[in-house]
Every structure is written in structure tokens, then in C-alpha cells.
């Protein structure tokens, strides 16, 4: 069974810096491109960033680029999202999602930026 | 930045009925189209993956069609745990958008 477990949420002030992690099991994690996504509070799905399967390919939306960076393990299948400058639209559920399909999604964890 | 559409945004239905949401590209995605069943709470879940193919696990009643910009999902007999939020999402070029979201509720 395919799970990821989404951790590193929590409540920062404008500006600060967190960084999430994803574990993962059940496949086999390495042949995998993995998703970041996430969802304010009360709105609509955001494609944030995503990283191939060996970590040699890495795009990211518009919003966050220069200010986040995905990154992978794959000995320790985990997936991780640092989290610098930090703003109050930063604010929202984020999920790790499996593949170009985005057909398994973690429970997602809260990310609440506000001073 | 491609743009997704969907309509309408939110919809009221009975349990039996068909339901029709349809979403629209800005411009040709090909097939490259994914729908996504969500509930208040919780993680969306894959319903339908490039356009037409049911995700495993997925009931039948659920089916989508379409290709280059405009595509629809479609719920043969709506089912009392389908009342949801749907999401479409390009996943045809980076960044990988979704479209608004379509509120299913109980007429």
C-alpha cells in the first residue's frame, strides 16, 4: 500500500524559513517524479513544485521560485520542501503527490505564516 | 501559464442523476488531463487520468472525454458519496495547473 506521510508544518512568522518532509513507502520510490501541492485555506489546488526521479529535473510555479527548493533522498525515500521568506499567501495545506499522474496524495500538513 | 476552466462552479443534484462538468484549456493540452474528487477534510483523490482513463479502484458511473482544449467528467448515476468538490488539471507543461472546482451538493 502507497503511503506518504507529510511532516514539518506549523506556524511562522513572515519571512521565516521551514522546511517540510515526505515519507514514503510502498514503491518504489526511486523510479518516481514526486509533487509538491498546495491548498489555502478555503480555496482551490496549486501546483507548487516537482523533482524527477533521480533529482536531475526540478521546476517550480512562478510564486515560489528562488524563495523554496524541493529536494530528495532516495536511500531514505523521503521527499522535502524548504521553505525560505515565507509570506502570509504561503499559507495553506501542503500535500506530496506521486508521479506525472498525481494519483497518490500524502494527508498534507499546515503551513500557517502570520505574525 | 496554461489556464484551466471549469464549469459551473458549483451545481445542485439529485442522488440518480447525471452529472456533466466540463473544464477548458487556454490552449491544446492534447490529453493530457487529470480529474480530481476532493472532500471537505481530506486529500483529493485521483478519479480520471489523460482524459478518459479510470484511475483503479475508481466506480464505473465515473467517465471523462476529450482532448486538445475542452473536456468533460461525467457521473452516470450520482451516489450519495459523490457530493465532492471536482478539480481538472493540466498535466500536459509545467506549471501543472488546475482549474477553480466544481461544488457538488444535494438539491
Known amino acids: 500500500e502507497v503511503q506518504l506521510v507529510e511532516s514539518g508544518g506549523g506556524l511562522v512568522q513572515p519571512g521565516g524559513s521551514l522546511r517540510l518532509s515526505c515519507a514514503a513507502s510502498g514503491f518504489t520510490f526511486n523510479k518516481y517524479w514526486l509533487n509538491w501541492v498546495r491548498q489555502a485555506p478555503g480555496k482551490g489546488l496549486e501546483w507548487v513544485a516537482n523533482i524527477k526521479s533521480d533529482g536531475s529535473e526540478i521546476y517550480y510555479v512562478d510564486s515560489v521560485r528562488g524563495r523554496f527548493t524541493v529536494s530528495r533522498d532516495n536511500a531514505k525515500n523521503s521527499l522535502f520542501l524548504q521553505m525560505n521568506s515565507l509570506r502570509a499567501e504561503d499559507t495553506a495545506v501542503y500535500y506530496c503527490?506521486?508521479?506525472?499522474?498525481?494519483?497518490?496524495w500524502g494527508q498534507g500538513t499546515l503551513v500557517t505564516v502570520s505574525s | 501559464d496554461i489556464q484551466m476552466t471549469q464549469s459551473p462552479s458549483s451545481l445542485s443534484a439529485s442522488v440518480g442523476d447525471r452529472v456533466t462538468i466540463t473544464c477548458r484549456a487556454s490552449q491544446s493540452i492534447s490529453g493530457y488531463l487529470n480529474w480530481f474528487q476532493q472532500k471537505p477534510g481530506k486529500a483529493p483523490k485521483l478519479l480520471i487520468y489523460a482524459a478518459s482513463s479510470l484511475q483503479r479502484g475508481v466506480p464505473s458511473r465515473f467517465s471523462g472525454s476529450g482532448s486538445g482544449t475542452d473536456f468533460t467528467l461525467t457521473i452516470g448515476s450520482l451516489q450519495p458519496e459523490d457530493f465532492a468538490t471536482y478539480y481538472c488539471?493540466?498535466?500536459?507543461?509545467?506549471?501543472?495547473?488546475f482549474g477553480p472546482g466544481t461544488k457538488v451538493d444535494i438539491k
Open positions: 488539471q493540466q498535466s500536459y507543461s509545467s506549471p501543472f495547473t
Open positions: 503527490v506521486t508521479g506525472g499522474y498525481f494519483d497518490y
